[in-house]
């Protein structure tokens, strides 16, 4: 009952006026109230904003954005460092523990794999190693076996060689006087060989010479 009169005082006051002590002061119409017949047609004119002054408008507008931006992030900050302190700080150490378990699991996984291929590349390598060292060693030992066998055949060579003894020294003497060496010889230009000092070209006979061969 009291909202209805109360609805309806209020009605009556929209189309009604207020008196003052001065004037009347009207109260604005409803607002299913449609346009005034001596607006309907009227547009109103644009106001002109020179440059300058929405330049500055701008600037103030641009400021005034930016600042409330970090007023938000700097609330937003605080209401996070806030709700670490609680219930969502403690479910945020319990992640990172699990997290941080789950990392360690991993890391030794990763080092067991690394350790195990490590160990393998090793033995891998230690075998080649033995196996370029045995044959290294048999190139060694053939070689050596090689090298005594030329020794060998050389003490051999040199034992069937004819030395001077020391019993035999004059009579070698007397054979290197009785039969002297000459070491020079002379070539002439048909390629005819004459060897010794002392030997006459004129006695030995044109079928009887010796002549170098041409390859």
């Known amino acids: 009952m009291f909202a209805r009169s109360s609805s309806r005082i209020f009605n009556v006051i929209n189309i009604s006026c207020i008196q003052s002590r001065s004037a009347r002061a009207w109260v604005?119409?409803?607002?299913?109230?449609?346009?005034?017949?001596?607006?309907?047609?009227?547009?109103?004119?644009?106001?002109?904003?020179?440059?300058?002054?929405?330049?500055?408008?701008?600037?103030?507008?641009?400021?005034?954005?930016?600042?409330?931006?970090?007023l938000r992030h700097y609330f937003f900050e605080q209401s996070l460092e806030q709700a670490e302190s609680g219930e969502v700080a403690q479910m945020k150490h319990r992640l990172e523990e699990e997290e941080h378990i789950r990392l360690m699991e991993e890391n030794r996984l990763e080092n067991e794999k690394t350790a195990k291929l490590r160990e393998e590349k090793l033995k891998i390598q230690a075998e080649k190693t033995r196996e370029n060292i045995l044959a290294s060693l048999i190139n060694k030992e053939e070689e050596t076996r090689l090298y005594e066998i030329q020794i060998e055949a050389f003490l051999e060579k040199q034992k069937t060689t004819p030395f001077i003894q020391a019993e035999n020294i004059e009579k070698a003497i007397e054979e290197a006087l009785a039969n002297p060496v000459d070491f020079n010889f002379a070539i002439d230009l048909d390629g005819y060989v004459y060897r010794g000092r002392e030997t006459a070209i004129e006695k030995i006979p044109e079928e009887e010479r010796e002549r170098l061969r041409s390859n």
């Open 28 to 70: 604005r119409k409803p607002l299913g109230s449609p346009m005034a017949k001596s607006k309907m047609f009227r547009i109103a004119p644009k106001k002109f904003i020179p440059a300058d002054e929405k330049a500055e408008v701008k600037r103030l507008y641009d400021n005034y954005f930016h600042q409330m931006k970090s």
